[in-house]
């Protein structure tokens, strides 16, 4: 007990993933088997932002202690055992001097004070880049408290099936939702077939294209387009290098020309197209003018429904080309893995992550440190400083690079044509 840790605070934020609960078991049972007390804060930091000592924190509402009993056998259940919320209390912060503002501090200053008046000592955070930028705002607030006041070690567990996390190879839940998502176009493909048409399938991926082409080379998809594939000759004049801007036009010009392909070599009338639900980010200022943002600055896809403007413009190019119609049905997928039943190797590393946050903090003493592995499940600690930007606060986001082989291998098994 030479780290001093008597209570640890789990807390998940942001989407959910598959093997959530294999983090949060792992971690937990690590910590109780050595003495250590572990509660779990419910739906992220949303009851955490609402404390003030006129409305403490309530055991049950906004926190429940862990224990072995109810965490038996929950390492590959589906959902997360604690909740979840997109609530952010760094919000306001966007440069480390906003962390001496009382104003802009102040929600932070509440996650504290709230964590504090029930005991705790240390936390492990799960979830995305945004979490871990709080999770680092989290540390450096504390880092300016007066001498003597006490300091609560933050360790943050990489959490998005979007895979594009800097510091780590794979992120738990990827690899389910890959298949969750690569079986439902599979499933799309057969019916593309027997009806001699396409879907136009908008999948999760908001900043890099990982899930997006992981789900189409399982799912045998007909061509896929992220992010990274964006390149000059797709931009629109209008594009500078701070917002650059998709010219739809000749992207639906590459998807109709697949489909001629498909049809005029290949005698195929049918097929599965997947856009990376990011591409919304590239889409003109008029085209985003009335669609929301949440409390992190992005834009809801959602609203944006890719796949139904991309079905809609392809149909009618495709038809103006061949004379021929052919119905190009637009789709979103996405939520449906989110909590899918996790894949075996998805509660491996989910496993091997929790019982990281634990040595982190209890056996190497760690604080502002992401938990990472490599290899063979290697764990490793990768700090915070490295991946966050020192003077913005922004995380680094993991594009897919053009021309590695994760990327020819995607190029290699669609529908060819040259480009």
């Known amino acids: 007990m030479s780290h001093g840790i008597k209570r640890v605070a789990l807390l998940f934020a942001g989407g959910p993933a598959p093997a959530a609960n294999a983090v949060i078991s792992t971690c937990a049972i690590s910590c109780i088997k050595n003495g250590i007390e572990v509660i779990g804060i419910k739906y992220g930091y949303s009851g955490l932002m609402e404390y003030t000592p006129a409305h403490p924190m309530i055991e049950g509402v906004h926190y429940m202690k862990l224990s072995e009993v109810m965490l038996r056998r929950t390492r590959s259940k589906q959902g997360i055992l604690i909740g979840t919320a997109r609530a952010n209390p760094g919000k306001q912060i966007t440069s480390p001097a906003h962390l001496e503002n009382p104003e802009k501090a102040a929600p932070m200053k509440g996650v504290y004070d709230a964590l504090r008046s029930i005991g705790v000592d240390a936390l492990v955070s799960i979830g995305g880049d945004d979490t871990l930028k709080t999770a680092n705002k989290l540390k450096m607030f504390q880092d300016r408290l007066p001498a003597g006041q006490k300091r609560m070690p933050v360790v943050h567990v990489p959490k998005t099936i979007d895979n594009d ?21 599979s499933n799309l493909h057969a019916d593309a077939e027997a009806a001699r048409s396409y879907f136009m399938v908008e999948s999760m991926g908001r ?13 045998e998809a007909s061509l896929v387009i992220s992010v990274e594939d ?29 489909m001629r392909y498909r049809q005029e070599q290949e005698g195929k009338e049918y097929g599965v197209i997947v856009l990376a639900e990011g591409l919304a980010e590239y889409l003109p200022d008029e085209a985003l003018k009335d669609v929301p943002r949440d409390d992190h ?12 403007m991309f079905a809609r413009r392809v149909s009618e190019e495709f038809r103006i080309q061949t004379g021929v119609k052919r119905k190009v049905t637009g789709l979103q997928l996405g939520y449906e893995c989110r909590c899918a039943r996790p894949h ?5 590393l989910g496993s091997q992550l929790g019982v990281g946050a634990y040595r982190a903090l209890c056996e190497e003493k760690h604080n502002g440190v992401m938990v990472s592995v490599s290899g063979q499940l290697d764990l490793h600690y990768v700090p915070f400083e490295t991946l966050v930007d020192p003077l913005t606060l922004v ?12 990327h020819k291998l995607a190029r290699f098994l669609e529908t060819s044509i040259n480009d």
């Open 165 to 185: 996390y800097m510091g780590i190879d794979f992120t738990f839940g990827y690899f389910t939702a890959v298949e969750t998502l690569g079986t439902e176009i």
């Open 207 to 219: 900043s890099a294209g990982w899930l997006a082409y992981g789900a189409a080379i399982a799912g």
């Open 230 to 258: 964006v390149v000059e000759k797709y931009l629109a004049p209008t594009s500078t290098p701070e917002r650059k801007i998709m010219d739809i036009d000749k992207v639906v010009q590459k998807i109709v020309r697949v």
């Open 297 to 308: 600055g992005h834009i809801s896809v959602a609203h944006v429904d890719l796949g139904k």
């Open 344 to 348: 075996a190797f998805d509660v491996m």
């Open 395 to 406: 995380t680094k986001v993991r594009f897919i690079k053009v021309g590695s082989d994760f």
